[in-house]
């Protein structure tokens, strides 16, 4: 045997071996380069999740002021802000009822779903969902939602080309293997070493929102404290003014017999408890619990008819200007309400024009509006006055309880509160627009109502002792109001039987048949209501009407929206009186 006979065998089976060792080294790197590919993958895509997760929780600290004070138009300018990330598909903020208050969705992507979405999920490989609640202290608000794209294939492919051009050589010669093996525990240890400085900073971030969250806590702890002062302070200074009129007068009543001096103090003291009930009235406009009675209203009817008011309101150097469309929409407000607004839009125009001018009341239909949390058709009121106008700064605050520009004595700083608490209860908004020196405009948008304005003169029963009412069942449980009532009961020709409880009235209808109304407190011990009672009343004797009443504003609102009757406390005779002769007349 030659020796090259002797060396071909081994060449081929040294070769033979090392390709062999070749081929399952290439395949045991092609294994293990697809592990790493999908761990690499896998924790691209936690890593992903992670920092989605980050944007949503940013995103929710973002938007809980907006939806504290229920800003529709705040919270979607903080989504739409994310549009500029070009990997954020589509976002929304939710209520506590988990309906969408603001969305945003990129142009060909599916929208926001119109209720919360729960999360975190991966979907289709492609999506990256996530949820996050928005909370305030241990109060949670409502909920963020965001959807992001994964990452393209081409994008994924380009990343592990490198990776499979390694593995194709590696395949072809053992020298570019070890190679390519070297170069791929190089990549990976950079990876690594690159996703723990991504780990380190998404700690260090989760550090910052901490931090920030805690000081925007400390910040509305102190913002809160700061208006619950101010609320405070204004109720006390005013309720102190108006018992000191009411206990000093009574004190004068008790000790004087001189009639001119009992007539005007006993007029003084009826004033301060009408301005503490106003006052009242104001303040729960402005948080919009006061129950509204809302009714089809011609505005180019209405306010003609109120212009009246509004003159004898204000100065006779103060000119009134009414131009109101021909075709002005009806609106569905509290007219009382509407009233009291524009009335006290007009003082304070009447303040700011200490020289005279003129106030222009400007009625126009707003078809399509599509102002913030505002879409449909509305009617726009302009009240414009030449007076001297607000700073930017006092704009800012004006419909701010209690902040006022006037001198003390001369303001409650409860007007335009007022003013924006009916607007936003009745489904609209206020606006506005104000300079130094050049007057001020405050625009009422108040929503269209498809019904017509009815054409009915409301119901209206004049006190009077010189007839039989008929007989009232008097359902209260405080002695002293019911001292009063029953008082004012006699005083208009009723028959008045009071009992202290829902089922003591239940038990004396059982056994009388002759009362002709029910009237009763709303709020009372033993388990059955006003309402409860009320609701019995019905089914057992449909015929006999019920009048419900209540100093809660809570309580009123329920029962009006339940279909009763309600005479919200304090109450004048004469309200006693018309409220009882419409129930009867099926008013």
Do not use: C
Not at 173 to 185: D, I, N
Not at 526 to 542: C, E, H, N, T, W
Request: overall charge neutral; glycine content about 10%.
């Amino acid at each position: 045997m030659t020796w090259r006979d002797e060396f071909q065998p081994r060449s081929g089976r040294s070769g033979f071996a090392f390709g062999g060792l070749a081929l399952i080294g290439a395949l045991a790197l092609v294994a293990v380069g697809l592990l790493m590919g999908l761990y690499n993958e896998q924790a691209y895509r936690a890593q992903k999740t992670r920092e989605v997760a980050v944007q949503a929780q940013i995103l929710a600290a973002s938007v809980t002021a907006a939806l504290a004070f229920d800003d529709r138009k705040v919270a979607l300018e903080y989504v739409e802000a994310l549009g500029a990330n070009p990997e954020v598909e589509a976002a929304g903020v939710y209520d506590t009822q988990g309906q969408l208050v603001a969305g945003h969705a990129r142009p060909g992507a599916a929208p926001a779903p119109a209720t919360a979405a729960k999360g975190p999920a991966l979907r289709d490989n492609r999506y990256i969902v996530v949820t996050a609640p928005v909370r305030q202290g241990e109060a949670v608000m409502g909920s963020v939602y965001l959807r992001t794209v994964v990452e393209a294939l081409p994008r994924r492919l380009a990343r592990y080309a490198g990776v499979a051009v390694l593995l194709v050589m590696a395949a072809l010669l053992v020298s570019v293997l070890g190679v390519g093996q070297m170069l791929l525990k190089r990549a990976n240890a950079r990876l690594e070493e690159r996703a723990q400085a991504l780990g380190d900073a998404n700690n260090a971030l989760q550090i910052h929102i901490q931090e920030r969250e805690r000081a925007e806590e400390a910040l509305r702890q102190g913002q809160k404290m700061e208006a619950i002062g101010k609320l405070t302070g204004g109720l006390a200074h005013d309720f102190n003014n108006l018992l000191m009129v009411a206990s000093g007068g009574l004190d004068i009543l008790e000790k004087t017999e001189d009639p001119v001096k009992r007539q005007r103090f006993a007029g003084a003291v009826r004033q301060a408890l009408d301005r503490g009930a106003e006052l009242t009235g104001k303040l729960l406009a402005f948080s919009r619990r006061s129950p509204l009675k809302p009714e089809v209203v011609d505005l180019s009817k209405r306010i003609p008819d109120l212009s009246i008011l509004l003159e004898r309101s204000l100065r006779e150097d103060i000119t009134v200007e009414l131009r109101l469309a021909d075709d002005l929409w009806p609106v569905e407000v509290d007219s009382t309400q509407l009233e009291v607004t524009l009335l006290n839009i007009a003082v304070n125009a009447r303040d700011a024009m200490p020289k005279g001018g003129s106030l222009t009341i400007v009625g126009s239909n707003q078809p399509d509006l599509a102002e913030g949390e505002l879409v449909g058709d509305f009617v726009r009121l302009s009240i414009i006055d030449d007076g001297v106008g607000m700073a930017a700064e006092h704009v800012a605050r004006a419909f701010e309880p209690f902040f006022t520009t006037k001198d003390v004595g001369r303001g409650t700083g409860l007007g335009l509160s007022q003013v924006y608490g009916f607007t936003r209860a009745s489904g609209g908004d206020v606006q506005i627009e104000s300079a130094p020196e050049l007057g001020t405009v405050i625009s009422l948008l108040l929503p269209r109502s498809a019904k017509s304005a009815p054409a009915k003169t409301p119901v209206t029963v004049q006190p009077t002792a010189s007839s039989n009412q008929g007989r009232v069942l008097l359902v209260e449980d405080d002695d002293n109001v019911a001292l009063i009532v029953l008082e004012m009961l006699q005083a208009l020709a009723y028959q008045p039987t009071r009992v202290e409880s829902g089922a003591a009235a239940l038990r004396i209808l059982n056994q009388r048949s002759d009362f002709d109304i029910v009237f009763s407190d709303m709020v009372m011990p033993g388990g059955m209501g006003g309402m409860d009672l009320a609701r019995v009343v019905s089914q057992k004797y449909p015929r006999l009407p019920v009048v419900l009443t209540t100093g809660f504003s809570e309580a009123a609102t329920t029962a009006a929206k339940a279909g009763f009757r309600v005479l919200p406390k304090p109450y004048a005779i004469e309200a006693l009186a018309s409220e009882l002769g419409a129930a009867r007349q099926g008013a």
